[in-house]
């Protein structure tokens, strides 16, 4: 007696199982036609995004002064502040790569690798 109601409970956790799996299966695929829909829009965001840093680092460059053009910059009274703590980077510091994670120079080449990665996962 003991037997069957354990069995029949296995049974059970295993059906559950198997349609849970299958919503969630489902649910993915629908997520994969809604990014397959998006790529053209993803990938057109992405070559903005590409084009639009490299015109600002070619407006940085450009901007940049010369030594010669640089004027002396005149001492003013301390206004309380620390002079020690303020600091200005004109670039940001090379993001540390994670365990796993691959850098990819561009975005589009992120975007692409990402729809490639999503095609090989629908087979």
């Known amino acids: 007696m003991m037997t069957i109601i354990i069995n029949g409970m296995i049974l059970a956790l295993l059906i559950g199982s198997i349609g849970y799996t299958y919503l969630m299966d489902l649910r993915v695929r629908k997520l ?8 053209p829009m993803i990938s057109q965001f992405s070559k903005a995004v590409d084009q639009s840093e490299t015109s600002l680092e070619k407006f940085k460059q450009a901007t940049v002064p010369d030594e010669a053009d640089v004027r002396p910059v005149k001492k003013t009274a301390d206004n309380g502040l620390n002079k020690k703590n303020l600091t200005f980077e004109t670039s940001r510091k090379p993001m540390q790569n994670h365990i796993g994670q691959i850098s990819l120079p561009g975005k589009s080449e992120l975007v692409k690798s990402f729809f490639e990665n999503a095609e090989k996962l629908e087979l």
């Open 32 to 39: 994969l036609a809604a990014l397959k829909e998006m790529e």
